[in-house]
Structure formats: C-alpha cells, structure tokens
C-alpha cells in the first residue's frame, strides 16, 4: 500500500501570500497524483491531475509540481476562497488501490 | 455535464447492514466508474474502492474486502455500496465520485464530479 504524507498539517497565511504544500509518497507514483480542495460541508473537487494539470476551471494561480515520491502545490496568491483543506491522492497502484494524504489545513491568519 | 445524487442519511445499528445509492446522470452510465470514498467526522477521506461496469471489474481496500459490496443497475444509473457488520467506527459520510474527464481523454483513478455525500451513523 502506498501512504502519502502530507506537511504541514496546518498552514497559516494571509490573502495575497504564497502558499507551499507538500506530499510526499511511500513509493515511487510517477506523475500519478492528484490535489483536492475540501471546503467544510462539501465533497472534494479536483483541482490538479497528473502532478501538474490543472482540472477544468481551475484558476491559474494553483500550480502542482514533482514527480516520483516528492509533489508540491503552490498557490501564487491566496485569495480567500482559497482558504480549505487539500488532500493529495496517488494513482498509481495497479490493480488499483488508491490512498489520499491526511490533508494539510489552510487557514486564515 | 454529469451529476451525482446520493441517498439520504441513515441510522443503522451495530452488526447491521446498509446500502447508499448513488444516481448519475449527464452522460453514457456504460461509460462510468464510480469510486467510493468515506470520511469519519473531522478525519481525512479514505478510498474503499471502485466498480467499473464496462469492463465488469470491482477492486476494494483490503481493509474493507470482507464487508462491502459494489453493485451498478444501468435501467436506473444508479451504483450502490453495501457495508454490512456495522460498528461505531463506520460512522462517516460516504461519498461516491466518478472518474474525470477532459473534453478529449477520461482519466481512471481521478475523480470528479462527485455526489454529495451520505451520513451514516451507526449507534445502538
């Protein structure tokens, strides 16, 4: 089983700062992995696939990065809708047994 | 443009069994997967597995492989999931998600859209 480890656990940032979060994976996924944005009472939605492609609507501030063990998302510029929590989540395990990371909080300071 | 709609909240008891269905609509339902994902109160989302119809194939988590079930009735669009021996520890709101695609490629293991959710709560 792949287990993704997410970091940090919460992120505390202002509108308008640049904000990095990190998932790194147990074993090596390619560029099979993926980042949610969950808001409190919603599903998830899908904001990037494949390690760097942004889903549809996704605005251009979100950009994901790495491949193999070691992924990064960037947000250049919080706004405040932004503010969540993200998951990432392998694809890479065939037959498939996919996982999510524990999530990384982002907050308002 | 593909919706899903899931059941409502359930109230089950310890030992006992429950299904949520999962409806969607917008698309070809032979041309769906659908995922299942649960999230316990305040914790992080957890992956029980996939059903895809077209090929006929279901894969689960090892650790729910002896309690669920996967079920699809294309008359109804509709894709279920069976949990059967409840305990506390399901309590959670399960989700159903299908697999994202682009306006020229779908992607098997990504999932968007997803349903709304479903509250199971399991309690004597």
């Known amino acids: 089983e792949i287990v993704l480890t997410q970091s940090p656990a919460t992120l505390s940032l202002s509108p308008g700062e640049r904000a990095t979060l990190s998932c790194r994976a147990s074993q090596n996924v390619g560029s099979y992995l993926a980042w949610y944005q969950q808001k409190p009472g919603q599903a998830p939605r899908l904001f990037i696939y494949d390690a760097s492609n942004r889903a549809t609507g996704i605005p251009a501030r979100f950009i994901g990065s790495g491949s193999g063990t070691d992924f990064t998302l960037t947000i250049s510029s919080l706004e405040p809708e932004d503010f969540a929590i993200y998951y990432c989540?392998?694809?890479?395990?065939?037959?498939?047994?996919?996982?999510f990371g524990q999530g990384t909080k982002l907050e308002i300071k | 443009q593909v919706q899903l709609v899931q059941s409502g909240a359930e109230v089950q008891k310890p030992g006992s069994s429950v299904r949520v269905s999962c409806k969607a609509s917008?698309?070809?339902?032979?041309?769906?997967?659908f995922t299942w994902v649960r999230q316990a109160p305040g914790q992080g989302l957890e992956w029980m597995g996939e059903i895809i119809p077209i090929f006929g194939t279901t894969h689960y988590a090892p650790k729910f492989q002896d309690r669920v079930a996967f079920t699809t009735d294309e008359s109804t669009s509709t894709a279920y999931m069976e949990l059967t021996s409840l305990r506390s520890e399901d309590t959670a709101v399960y989700f159903c998600?299908?697999?994202?695609?682009?306006?020229?490629?779908?992607?098997?293991?990504?999932?968007?859209?997803w349903g709304q959710g479903t509250l199971v709560t399991v309690s004597s």
């Open positions: 998600a299908t697999r994202y695609c682009t306006t020229t490629n779908c992607y098997l293991g990504y999932f968007d859209p």
């Open positions: 989540q392998q694809r890479g395990d065939w037959p498939p047994m996919y996982s």
């Open positions: 917008g698309s070809t339902f032979s041309s769906y997967s």
